[in-house]
């Protein structure tokens, strides 16, 4: 089970609430929003392109267009265009799922992902 989880991305991402509601609502969210789930999603290395890649298979429409999306932010974050928006930005785009301690998502994954390394 364990190398079934971390092979889907992880358990740091998979029980976050926040990744959890990406990909329970992944058909109704819009593009604006995508945009900062995906910015908090690329800094999460290899495991957040896996959890990228299932989800998108979810949605309805191009599976290419997303991943062209997200190869785009993921090139983007790597030379410092942009950067992870945070629970407030989320928020302003029209997420509407849970929020946990910490400045981002993704923050909160590198927290619990260095507390589970000691």
């Given at each position: 089970?364990?190398?079934e989880i971390e092979w889907f991305g992880g358990v740091a991402i998979w029980a976050h609430p926040f990744y959890e509601w990406v990909g329970e609502h992944i058909n109704e969210i819009e593009n604006k929003v995508l945009y900062g789930i995906i910015s908090n999603i690329v800094p999460l290395g290899d495991n957040g392109r896996i959890y990228?890649?299932?989800?998108a298979m979810k949605r309805?429409?191009?599976f290419m267009e997303l991943i062209n999306m997200y190869t785009a932010m993921e090139k983007m974050f790597i030379e410092g265009f942009i950067s992870v928006c945070t629970?407030?930005?989320l928020f302003s785009l029209g997420y509407i799922g849970d929020r946990l301690d910490g400045e981002s998502p993704a923050d909160n994954v590198f927290k619990f992902n260095s507390k589970s390394n000691i």
């Open positions: 089970m364990e190398l990228f890649m299932r989800i309805k429409g191009s629970y407030n930005e």
